[in-house]
């Protein structure tokens, strides 16, 4: 891994941390990068903001409705098919 | 916990909303989360010998129900393109000059507060999400949303770990220019 990496090279590995740990190199390269370079460095910033707003998105869910009482019903219904066969 | 005190109608009443609210975040269609939590249950329901106790039951019908919906994303995108596509790789290599420098400055994002604002944004992080190509809207709601490891997703979508990376990173960049080219910055945080 070379020390000096583009924006380019760096949001890959931005986007990469944030899914697993970089190995040692790539972990130094994009930290260096990311002292020096605003743009990344904020740009990264929003990938966990984006993040954030997915998960409190997500959790927001919990007052869309539930199932109709139709679709429960026939769920119900098959349920009750299979444990009668 | 023995065989008897698994009910699955009580399975249904208990967690049926929760897994529908799940699958629908997700399939964002109503019929298709209905079904994915029909074929969740029945599925608990033939493996539930194998159903040790020592997960809570969301826990487990959760597990099945995340099968499930990879298995639905999966029919309606027949093959993850290999990210290899030039729309994605043209897209990309947009942002950036040659020699690998960000085009355009990082704008600061606004901080939302108002309820107003939060449910702008919302419709905002959809709409935008619903842009993304099939492949990478798949592996990337599967990662946000759903909160698989990508390893996970890899092993699902039968996809290298390196495609999976370069599918994020692409789904990131595109949904970070989307929320900004829709108004989602202004002077303030971030």
Redesign the interface.
Known sequence: MKWRI????T??LA??A???RLPFGERVAMRMHLAIC???A??T???H???R??KV??E???A?P???PE??Q???N???N??DT | MSLNTLD??RW?ADH???L???A??QLHS?ALA?DA??ET??AA??AQARYAGDASPRTWLCAILKHKIVDAIRRQVREVEIPRDADGEEA?DS??KQ????AE??R??GNPHTEAELSQ??RM?DECADRLKPAMAQVFSL???AGM???EICKELGITPTN???L??RA??F??QC?ELNGFSKAGA?
């Open positions: 583009t924006c380019k090279e949001t890959a986007s990469r944030m899914d697993e605003t743009n990344c904020r740009f910033r929003q990938l903001e984006m993040r707003l997915f998105e997500t927001a869910n919990d869309v539930g199932l109709t679709a429960r026939r769920i119900a098959e349920l009750q299979k444990l | 699955p109608q249904l049926g909303d929760y529908f609210r799940v629908r975040r109503d209905e939590v029909q249950l029945l329901l033939s990309v942002l950036f020699d690998g420098h960000w400055p990082m600061p994002w944004l919302r992080l990662r946000e949303v490891e990508t390893e999976c990376w370069v994020l990173h990131r960049l949904m970070r929320l971030a």
